[in-house]
């Protein structure tokens, strides 16, 4: 919470200016269609789903329900929606809008991302397949009640609180219009999107929350480069920013802007994920060797200047079922060696790979690792990308290896389920994992109502991630937000410290952009 969110009385008025931090661009305008943070932050303030992410209590509250009812054996939810939710086209939100918005998410073709999260959903995976038209386990009681069925006992709000399974009104979606001019439940309504500078939304005099939003407009500035952002933060120019390695030393050596920094452990896991249709990362022996190859201590302290914890697996250190017995892989060169020499590899090998220019975990650490592999015989070319580039190569396979900051919590079955081989490339399981031991642990937590024996199941799936390394495990993220002092309310969101809730942040008089 930053200084004085609750000691002085919100102020009215003003403009939020908020950055994208993660890339030169959006995606789209369709936050169905994308899994980026990039994306999630603009579309906080336009959208809305039926659960939110509570950042002081670190979990999930219901958002566009007001109450909800689970049936004795935990499968059944039945969802009061809340009767005064207002799409920005001015008409009600109902169940259709809910039951329409999921069913599209499960459209085969289009590869949502957020289908991931509706596949709990009982006839879910059928739409996703051809084979029904309607989800079964959604039924529509009356107009602001809905009854959902799961196939395994999770707690739904894990799953929609995500910016990508937002409800959308079922009249304007389908049309063309919707995909450049947005139409949510959000405290703010789309007025512009300039690609690759900024969008703007103004106040939702009808939102839900009664005295919300404070301000009367956010704008949100796209900001891939970090020298920029550190520019326009100095001049006053934006109230907020995420702090890159670099940044995070200055900031904190500097005697006022040290007075305006937000630390959160967040849920992510950085990694270099490898493709197992490229012979030699086929191997379980040549994944362990990049494991032990790379010095990645070395790394994280003189690049990511210790803004970062090191990476034992999947799990992050905030997860309920994080094993603080876990140990990383040593750096062993030697050990690497004789890996890649019992797998039929002593003189190494040559692999792509695809990179973004991002400082915490793209190229600049890529050719860190670049003589640390090159010890051992292996060879890298890198293919720089864009982040909406990255995005797409993962999900279609199209890649030797990759590095990518990934979600990993705050949920560890959802997390986990990542690596499930039922859960398709397209979702989440971008190196093609599979492992029969794993998936019974992951199903039998699925069906546990013992939450210590659930958790055990998790930490063991954790342990087998880190021994079939389908990745090299590098680190999990500490997400410094930089902020200006007339800029309240900042929520220590751990899921993604640059997704915030606008309608809770105002700015005081001293902004420059008060009126």
């Known amino acids: 919470m930053s200084a004085g969110a609750y000691a002085e009385t919100p102020r009215k008025g003003g403009t939020i200016r908020f950055t994208a931090p993660y890339g030169s661009s959006f995606a789209n305008l369709d936050i169905h269609t994308s899994n980026r943070a990039q994306d999630e932050i603009w579309a906080k303030a336009i959208h809305r789903a039926l659960y939110n992410w509570d950042s002081n209590a670190n979990k999930p509250v219901l958002e566009l329900a007001?109450?909800?009812?689970?049936?004795?054996?935990?499968?059944?939810?039945?969802?009061?929606?809340r009767d005064d939710a207002y799409f920005h086209h001015g008409r009600k939100m109902t169940a259709d809008d809910v039951i329409w918005s999921f069913t599209r998410l499960m459209n085969g073709a289009k590869a949502y991302p957020g289908a991931r999260y509706v596949r709990i959903i009982k006839g879910a995976v059928e739409v996703e397949k051809g084979q029904a038209k309607e989800i079964s386990g959604l039924k529509k009681i009356d107009d602001f009640t809905i009854e959902m069925t799961l196939t395994e006992k999770v707690d739904p709000?894990?799953?929609?609180?995500?910016?990508?399974?937002?409800?959308?009104?079922?009249?304007?979606?389908?049309?063309?219009?919707?995909?450049?001019?947005?139409?949510?439940?959000?405290?703010?309504?789309?007025?512009?999107?300039?690609?690759?500078?900024?969008?703007?939304?103004?106040?939702?005099?009808?939102?839900?929350?009664?005295?919300?939003?404070?301000?009367?407009?956010?704008?949100?500035?796209?900001?891939?480069?970090?020298?920029?952002?550190?520019?326009?933060?100095?001049?006053?120019?934006?109230?907020?920013?995420?702090?890159?390695?670099?940044?995070?030393?200055?900031?904190?050596?500097?005697?006022?802007?040290?007075?305006?920094?937000?630390?959160v452990a967040e849920v992510y896991t950085r990694n270099m994920g490898m493709n197992p249709n490229f012979k030699p990362f086929s191997d379980k022996r040549v994944r362990q060797?990049?494991?032990?190859?790379?010095?990645?201590?070395?790394?994280?302290?003189?690049?990511?200047?210790?803004?970062?914890?090191?990476?034992?697996?999947?799990?992050?250190i905030s997860s309920p079922a994080y094993d603080k017995d876990m140990k990383p892989y040593p750096y062993d060169p030697e050990k690497a060696k004789q890996l890649?020499?019992?797998?039929?590899?002593?003189?190494?090998?040559?692999?792509?790979?695809?990179?973004?220019?991002?400082?915490?975990?793209?190229?600049?650490?890529?050719?860190?690792?670049?003589?640390?592999l090159e010890k051992v015989g292996i060879k890298v070319k890198i293919k720089p990308v864009e982040g909406t580039v990255l995005s797409e190569v993962t999900s279609k396979g199209d890649y030797q290896a990759y590095i990518w900051s990934n979600t990993s919590g705050p949920d560890p079955l959802t997390a986990l389920k990542c690596f499930h081989s039922s859960t398709p490339q397209s979702a989440c399981n971008y190196t093609q994992f599979k492992n029969a031991e794993f998936d019974k642990l992951l199903d039998e937590a699925a069906a546990s109502d013992d939450q210590a024996k659930r958790l055990e199941n998790l930490k063991k799936a954790n342990a087998i991630l880190r021994e079939e390394a389908p990745m090299w495990w590098f680190n999990y993220n500490k997400a410094v937000m930089a902020y200006q002092p007339w800029l309240k309310g900042l929520q220590p969101n751990a899921t993604e410290l640059a997704i915030q809730n606008y309608e809770d942040i105002w700015v005081d008089a001293s902004s420059p952009a008060a009126k």
Do not use: C
């Not at 005295?211 to 550190?230: C, F, Q």
């Open 66 to 81: 007001k109450e909800v009812t689970t049936s004795s054996d935990g499968l059944v939810y039945t969802f009061k929606l």
């Open 157 to 263: 709000g894990f799953n929609f609180y995500h910016s990508m399974t937002s409800i959308y009104p079922a009249d304007e979606a389908s049309k063309d219009s919707f995909l450049s001019k947005p139409v949510g439940l959000g405290p703010f309504k789309f007025v512009e999107y300039v690609p690759g500078s900024r969008l703007v939304a103004e106040r939702w005099e009808k939102f839900y929350q009664p005295g919300k939003p404070y301000a009367d407009r956010v704008s949100i500035s796209i900001m891939g480069e970090a020298s920029a952002r550190d520019v326009a933060f100095r001049n006053k120019e934006i109230d907020a920013s995420i702090l890159g390695p670099t940044q995070y030393v200055a900031y904190k050596a500097d005697p006022e802007l040290s007075k305006g920094l937000l630390e």
């Open 289 to 316: 060797a990049i494991n032990y190859a790379i010095n990645a201590d070395l790394i994280i302290k003189r690049l990511v200047k210790e803004k970062a914890y090191r990476a034992t697996s999947w799990l992050p």
């Open 340 to 372: 890649l020499a019992e797998a039929g590899y002593p003189e190494g090998f040559e692999f792509e790979w695809t990179a973004t220019s991002n400082e915490s975990w793209g190229i600049p650490i890529v050719e860190a690792v670049i003589p640390m």
